[in-house]
């Protein structure tokens, strides 16, 4: 297994698709962030064989025909996406307010693309939405024009 902080080399240009475990629906709906690695396996596409150790298996990425091995061992890096028992979205989850460092927003997930991690990842969902910044008149006419601060 490898951490979050891999470097750039290991790049994801090979991606086909991203595939939810649980189905993508349930997955965007249920989880506001999953956690992230590289892993290496054998196989391009389908479930990543190999042991998954760092948590319960939500997601993963299929590669393209043309992706060479990465490794000296015949293995390709895949992106792995998963949730541990102290996870949020989980019974007795923590993370009420935070996200841990290799979180990220699965709806911002895509092939090639890493995602981010966006305010509902990290627990910060506004109560209501923000209401759009005050206007003022102009001092010259009486049009009205957006204040900026």
Known sequence: MTSVAAP?????????????????????ERY???RWMFEKTRNKVGLPRGAMRAGRIIGYA???????????????RRRVF???????????????DAAPHEAVDPRT????VYG?????ARGRRSA??????????????DHQEDTLF
Do not use: F
Not at 9 to 27: K, L, Y
């Open 62 to 76: 299929d590669l393209d025909d043309e992706a060479q091995t990465t490794e000296l061992s015949g293995r390709h």
């Open 32 to 34: 506001d962030y999953v």
């Open 109 to 112: 997930v895509t092939p090639r």
């Open 8 to 28: 750039a080399a290991w790049n994801i240009s090979h991606e086909v698709a991203i595939v939810w475990v649980e189905g993508e629906d349930t997955v965007m």
């Open 82 to 96: 998963y949730v541990k028992d102290n996870d949020r979205s989980e019974p007795n989850g923590q993370y009420h």
């Open 128 to 141: 209501r939405p923000t209401a759009p910044p005050p206007r003022s008149a102009c001092a010259s006419c």
């Open 116 to 120: 981010r991690l966006t305010d509902r």
